[in-house]
C-alpha cells in the first residue's frame, strides 16, 4: 500500500479509536467532539500542505522543496527525489548539447542546419565565410534568399544529393566551395560546405603544366619524326641527305633530352626536405667554374667580369647553388647579344651576402618581372627556345632558393640589361 494511504488510514483510526473511547469513558456527545475535531485538524493540515504544495509547483526548485508533516513528508520526498533524477538529466542532457554544438563550431568545414522549409536554423563560424552569411542576422531566414546563385538554387530542388555542388564567388575574394546536402530526421537537412579553393588551384597549376611538358615536347619529337618519316619514304639513302639531317635530329633530341634533365632537377627539388645547413659552399671555385662555364657558353662573344670581393662563408647545398647560379649564368649569357658584357659579384651588404649576375642585354619588360620564376614562364618564347631554353631556369633557381630561405631580386630596364641578385640572410653565412 502506498506511504501516503496507510499514514492517512492509521490517523484516521486513531482518531475513531480516541473518540470511541471517549465515548466509553466519558459520554457520547464528547465521542462526537472529539471526532469532529480530530477530522478538522487533519484537514486544515492536509490544507496547509496542499498550499505548500502549490506554491511550491509554482517555482519547482529543488532548494525551496517543503518539508512536510506526516503523510505529506512522504509525497514531498517523492517529489524531491523526481525533482531531482529530473534535473540530473536535464543537466546531462545540455552538456551533450554543449559539446555536440562545441564539436560542430571547432568544425573544419562549414555547417547549416535547416528546417523542412529551407529556414536556416544553426550556423557553424566555417560557414559565414563560405557563404557569405552572418550567424546572428540569419537564422530564421531561408538559405534560398541568401545564397543566390542559380547552380545552388537548382541543387537545392534536386531529389537526390550523392554529388556535392561546386560554387566560384569572386567576391569579397576568389572562392571555391564544395558543397554537400545531407538529408536528416526525415524533413531536416545538413548543409555542408568545404573551401578547396587551393585544391582547384593545384589541380588547374597541374593542368598547365601537364598541357605544357606535353606542347614542349610535341615540336621537337615532330621534327625528329617528320625527318625520320622522310628518310623512310626515300628509296635510298645517300651519306650526303644523312649528313644534312643529323645535326638538326641531334638539336632536337638534345632539346628534349634538356627538358627532361630540367623537369626531373625540379621534381626532386619539390620531393625532397628542406635544405640542412650542412655544407660549407666554397664560393671561390663556384665562381670560377662558372665564369669558365659562361666562358664556355658565350664561345668569345662577351666580356666576361668576376666581381668577388667577399670571402665570407657559405652553408648549403653546392650542388643544388651551382644549379641555380648556373641557370642565372646561362640566361645572362642567351639574353645578350654579342659584344656585351657579363658580370659576375659576390658581395657582403650589412648582414646579408649577395650573389648576382648583371648583363648589358635585352632586358625583361617591367610587367613580366613577377612573373619569371613560374614554370614555362617566358617573354619571348621563340627567343628562349632558339637558344636552347626549357622555360625552367628560373623555377629551379626559385626552388633552390627557398630551400635556403633565402630570395631573388630582379631589376631590369629593356635594351639595357638585367641584373638577377641571389640574397642570403645572416644565418647562412658565417664561421662555424
Ligand atoms: P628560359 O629557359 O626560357 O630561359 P627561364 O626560366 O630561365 O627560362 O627564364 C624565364 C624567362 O625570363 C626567359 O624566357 C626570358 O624571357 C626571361 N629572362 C631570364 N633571364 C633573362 C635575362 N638575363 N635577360 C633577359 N631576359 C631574361
Not at 502549490?54 to 506526516?70: H, K
Not at 638538326?248 to 633530352?257: G, H, K
Request: hydrophobic share 45%; charged share 20%; proline share 4%.
Amino acid at each position: 500500500m502506498h506511504e501516503f494511504l496507510k499514514r492517512t488510514l492509521s490517523l484516521l483510526f486513531s482518531i475513531l479509536l480516541l473518540a470511541l473511547m471517549m465515548a466509553w469513558f466519558g459520554s457520547v456527545e464528547l465521542g462526537l467532539i472529539t471526532v469532529i475535531a480530530g477530522l478538522a485538524s487533519w484537514l486544515a493540515v492536509n490544507l496547509y500542505h496542499l498550499a505548500l504544495l502549490l506554491r511550491w509547483l509554482q517555482s519547482p526548485t529543488l532548494e525551496r522543496m517543503p518539508d512536510g508533516f506526516g503523510a505529506w513528508h512522504a509525497v514531498f520526498m517523492t517529489l524531491y527525489r523526481n525533482r531531482r533524477s529530473q534535473h540530473h538529466s536535464q543537466k546531462k542532457l545540455t552538456n551533450v548539447l554543449e559539446r555536440f554544438i562545441n564539436a560542430g563550431e571547432a568544425m573544419p568545414d562549414g555547417v547549416v542546419v535547416l528546417d523542412e522549409n529551407d529556414r536556416i536554423e544553426w550556423v557553424n563560424p566555417m560557414a559565414e565565410p563560405h557563404l557569405g552569411l552572418d550567424r546572428k542576422r540569419d537564422v530564421g531566414n531561408q538559405i534560398l534568399n541568401l545564397v543566390r546563385q542559380p547552380a545552388f538554387h537548382a541543387y537545392m530542388q534536386q531529389e537526390s544529393f550523392s554529388q556535392p555542388l561546386v560554387l566560384h564567388f569572386a567576391q569579397p575574394r576568389e572562392l571555391v566551395i564544395s558543397l554537400q546536402l545531407v538529408p536528416f530526421d526525415s524533413t531536416r537537412k545538413l548543409l555542408l560546405s568545404r573551401d578547396i579553393t587551393q585544391l582547384e588551384r593545384v589541380q588547374t597549376v597541374l593542368k598547365d603544366f601537364v598541357a605544357n611538358v606535353s606542347h614542349e615536347l610535341r615540336t621537337p619529337l615532330t621534327v625528329v619524326g617528320g625527318f625520320l618519316e622522310t628518310l623512310g619514304d626515300m628509296p635510298k639513302v645517300d651519306e650526303a641527305t644523312f649528313r644534312q639531317f643529323l645535326p638538326m635530329m641531334l638539336e632536337q633530341s638534345r632539346r628534349m633530352q634538356t627538358l627532361v634533365e630540367d623537369l626531373l632537377t625540379l621534381s626532386r627539388l619539390e620531393n625532397s626536405a628542406k635544405v640542412e645547413i650542412v655544407e660549407r659552399v666554397d664560393m671561390q671555385l663556384m665562381l670560377d667554374s662558372l665564369r669558365v662555364e659562361a666562358e664556355g657558353l658565350s664561345q668569345g662573344h662577351h666580356e666576361i667580369v668576376l666581381n668577388n670581393c667577399s670571402h665570407a662563408v657559405l652553408w648549403g647545398a653546392t650542388r643544388e647553388l651551382h644549379s641555380a647560379f648556373s641557370n642565372l649564368v646561362s640566361n645572362a649569357v642567351r639574353y645578350t647579344p654579342p659584344a656585351g658584357r657579363i658580370t659576375l659579384a659576390w658581395q657582403e651588404h650589412d648582414n646579408e651576402l649577395h650573389f648576382s649576375v648583371s648583363d648589358s642585354g635585352i632586358g625583361i619588360p617591367r610587367e613580366h618581372i613577377p612573373r619569371l620564376t613560374e614554370r614555362f614562364y617566358r617573354v619571348d618564347r621563340g627567343r628562349s627556345r632558339s637558344s636552347g631554353g626549357t622555360g625552367l631556369g628560373l623555377a629551379i633557381v626559385k626552388h633552390v632558393l627557398v630551400r635556403h630561405q633565402a630570395r631573388l631580386e630582379i631589376s631590369s630596364e629593356p635594351d639595357k640589361g638585367s641584373t638577377f641578385v641571389v640574397i642570403f640572410a645572416r644565418d647562412r653565412h658565417g664561421d662555424r
